[in-house]
């Protein structure tokens, strides 16, 4: 499967951005689809995640109660709803899908866990 995120762009601090992920190829209900972003000099860091039937989610502490995931497997499409924006979360955003065969839920944080990745999107949230 391929990944090709997109969305991002300028917005205000307290406003609102929709990122995208369009995945095509293999069946896109054969992943989980996780949310990650990396700031300039930061580590690259989960966000968000959501199981392969999008009946169960992970959520970051840092984005509780302002992100949420959805997907759409019948449009092979996730997407990142980001409210309440803060300018810690600009940053460069990536979508990733993994094979759920063996899942842990501990691996969930890393990144190296994942098969695919998406280009990433700017996000910059200005103050």
């Known amino acids: 499967v391929q990944l090709q995120a997109s969305g991002g762009g300028l917005v205000q601090a307290g406003g609102s951005l929709r990122l995208s992920c369009a995945a095509s190829?293999?069946?896109?209900?054969?992943?989980?689809v996780g949310w990650f972003r990396q700031a300039p000099g930061k580590e690259r860091e989960v966000v968000i995640r959501m199981s392969r039937s999008g009946d169960r989610t992970y959520t970051a502490d840092s984005v509780k109660g302002r992100f949420s995931i959805s997907r759409d497997n019948t449009k092979n499409t996730a997407y990142l709803q980001m409210n309440s924006l803060k300018s810690e979360d600009t940053a460069v955003y990536y979508c990733?899908?993994?094979?759920?065969?063996?899942?842990?839920?501990?691996?969930?944080?890393?990144?190296?866990?994942?098969?695919?990745w998406g280009q990433g999107t700017q996000v910059t949230v200005s103050s």
């Open positions: 190829g293999r069946a896109f209900s054969d992943y989980a």
């Open positions: 990733a899908g993994h094979d759920t065969t063996g899942f842990d839920a501990r691996w969930i944080p890393l990144p190296t866990y994942y098969d695919v």
